[in-house]
T-cell receptor
């Protein structure tokens, strides 16, 4: 079983739609949960991170973590064509010392005007 | 502005040749990383470094080496390129903070014929 599962998409939505991107994970030691956005031919950039279960909101983006179900989500409200990118979930075990990031394979999102 | 750069952006080489990919960051970060990104596998860690003269193997280090002689640079060397090393390579740097936010370079697309 893979440590992280993420649907590769592509997910196609019209402009203005609410988008839900999801990852499941199997390692209960993961404590930090991140979403990276990667535009075509570019490097990933950190979009959001959360530490605990619950929701964290930043503008049109909401990150949700359910540790009991080992499930994280990223919601995008009022999606824009500029949101078209690949979204990678990432996980990290703990704060002390080096702990590598474990990435999902990414979900490609296409927002059409 | 601080940044992280990679060169070359595109490289075509032949099987058996030695190839070096450059990574340079002006963030003054101690931690630097090399990843490869392949369809269906996501980002996989090749090597990482905590600081000058420190290097460590990641999960897919066979056939690759790095050296860290200063804070700014972490070149990645493919000793004898193989077709299986055709990939997109990303360099990243970070400060070991609660989120361990990693800042990625633009990537190098390497083709081994």
């Amino acid at each position: 079983q893979k440590e992280v599962e993420q649907d590769p998409g592509p997910l196609s939505v019209p402009e203005g739609a609410i988008v839900s991107l999801n990852c499941t994970y199997s390692n209960s030691a993961f404590q930090y949960f991140m979403w990276y956005r990667q535009y075509s031919r570019k490097g990933p950039e950190l979009l959001m991170y959360t530490y605990s279960s619950g929701n964290k909101e930043d503008g049109r983006f909401t990150a949700q973590v359910d540790k009991s179900s080992k499930y994280i989500s990223l919601f995008i409200r009022d999606s824009q064509p500029s949101d078209s990118a690949t979204y990678l979930c990432a996980f990290r075990k703990m704060n002390t010392g080096f702990q590598k990031l474990v990435f999902g394979t990414g979900t490609r999102l296409l927002v059409s005007p | 502005d601080a940044e992280i750069t990679q060169s070359p952006r595109h490289k075509i080489t032949e099987t058996g040749r030695q190839v070096t990919l450059a990574c340079h960051q002006t963030w003054n970060h101690n931690n630097m990383f090399w990843y490869r990104q392949d369809l269906g596998h996501g980002l996989r860690l090749i090597h990482y470094s905590y600081g000058v003269q420190d290097t460590n193997k990641g999960e897919v280090s066979d056939g690759y080496s790095v050296s860290r002689s200063n804070t700014e640079d972490l070149p990645l060397t493919l000793e004898s390129a193989a077709s299986s090393q055709t990939s997109v390579y990303f360099c990243a740097s970070s400060v070991l903070a609660p989120t361990d936010t990693q800042y990625f370079g633009p990537g190098t697309r390497l083709t081994v014929l």
